[in-house]
């Protein structure tokens, strides 16, 4: 599947939860990253991210988190909004996004990283507005001790507080990226089990970029596959023609990025023409770019 086209998952006759359309978006002074992507996802979708490391899962979903700017409020919306531009969708709560980083929005600051002497209960009980029976089921859902000091425990128990924070209002649109990495198996599967009922029960809409894909073949709804910024594959996970053979998405994962692999191999071996070394956009100072990589 190419770039040409909307790329659409779900029912059609539902409106879209997250669309992109024809969006340019490059770190200057490099080639884009994406050019003319297009994806459209609809409410209940499981949606993996897939693709090799640099291939522009984190770029993407910070776009759809409205962390980057791409031209034109048209070009990303999230729940019929501009992702960027509209700044109540990130404030309510109906977008939510986890990534590595490990930080807490102050509003005189922004987002600051947390690595002082906080206690479990103060950072948990300090986010305002939350629903206490939804509170309590995420505290115990990640076996989360309250007493725990944030300076003192790993990486596991410190992302446990992070996702708790961050789903204690309930979303409509959520973004993940690689945040089970550091999570046991056991609170892996029962964390992926609460996102199953979120979009089962509220049609909430989850993409998830990882590279863990134990127990993902019957949790997934939808798969996306992405390559240097380009939508190879973009299909619902049932019709997947390699899945109704091995019925292993590990294995078929690594079957693409093995030949994507050889593939760039071979192209190495071939020397670039001009038209290759060169951007097709050029470098205006007006598209969109790491000049235009904002943060809120």
Same mark, same amino acid.
């Given at each position: ?7 659409e ?9 997250i669309?992109?359309l ?7 002074? *490099? ?7 297009n ?5 209940g979708?499981?949606?993996l991210?897939?693709g090799a ?8 979903l ?7 700017m791409?031209?034109? *409020?048209e ?6 909004r501009?992702?960027?531009?509209d700044? *109540?969708?990130v404030?309510?709560g109906d ?5 590595g980083?490990?930080s807490k929005t ?15 209960e ?8 939350? +629903? ?9 859902l990640?076996?989360?001790n ?5 300076h003192?425990v ?7 507080v992070?996702?708790c924070?961050?789903?204690l ?8 990226d690689?945040v089970t990495?550091?999570?046991d ?7 992926? +089990? ?8 509220r049609?909430?809409?989850i993409?998830?970029a990882?590279?863990?894909? +134990? ?12 390559q240097?910024?380009e939508?190879?594959r973009t299909?619902e996970?049932?019709q997947?023609?390699e899945?109704?053979?091995?019925g292993?998405?590990?294995s ?20 670039p023409?001009?038209s290759?070394?060169?951007?097709p ?6 598209s969109s770019s ?6 809120r």
């Amino acid at each position: 599947m190419g770039n040409g086209g909307v790329e659409e998952m779900g029912d059609a006759t539902k409106k879209e939860s997250i669309r992109v359309l024809a969006m340019q978006f490059a770190y200057d002074p *490099q080639a884009p990253l994406f050019a003319d992507f297009n994806l459209s996802v609809f409410p209940g979708s499981r949606c993996l991210l897939i693709g090799a490391n640099g291939s522009g899962k984190t770029t993407l979903l910070k776009i759809l988190a409205g962390k980057h700017m791409v031209g034109g *409020q048209e070009v990303v919306r999230v729940l019929g909004r501009s992702v960027f531009h509209d700044t *109540q969708l990130v404030c309510s709560g109906d977008l939510a996004y986890l990534g590595g980083s490990w930080s807490k929005t102050v509003g005189s600051a922004g987002e600051i990283p947390l690595q002082g002497d906080f206690s479990a209960e103060h950072m948990i009980f300090g986010v305002e507005g939350a +629903d206490p029976v939804r509170r309590d089921k995420l505290i115990d859902l990640l076996d989360i001790n309250l007493q725990w000091r944030m300076h003192k425990v790993s990486d596991g128990q410190r992302r446990r507080v992070q996702i708790c924070m961050g789903l204690l209002h309930p979303f409509k649109v959520l973004l993940l990226d690689e945040v089970t990495v550091d999570l046991d198996v056991v609170t892996r599967l029962d964390f992926l +089990d609460f996102l199953k009922e979120e979009c089962d029960e509220r049609g909430a809409t989850i993409v998830y970029a990882t590279h863990i894909f +134990d127990g993902l073949e019957t949790w997934a709804t939808h798969l996306v596959y992405i390559q240097d910024g380009e939508l190879k594959r973009t299909r619902e996970i049932t019709q997947v023609d390699e899945l109704k053979h091995s019925g292993n998405l590990h294995s078929t994962v690594e079957s693409w990025l093995r030949l994507e692999t050889k593939l760039e191999k071979k192209k190495k071996t071939i020397p670039p023409t001009q038209s290759q070394k060169t951007s097709p956009y050029g470098f205006s100072p007006f598209s969109s770019s790491r000049h235009m990589a904002y943060y809120r």
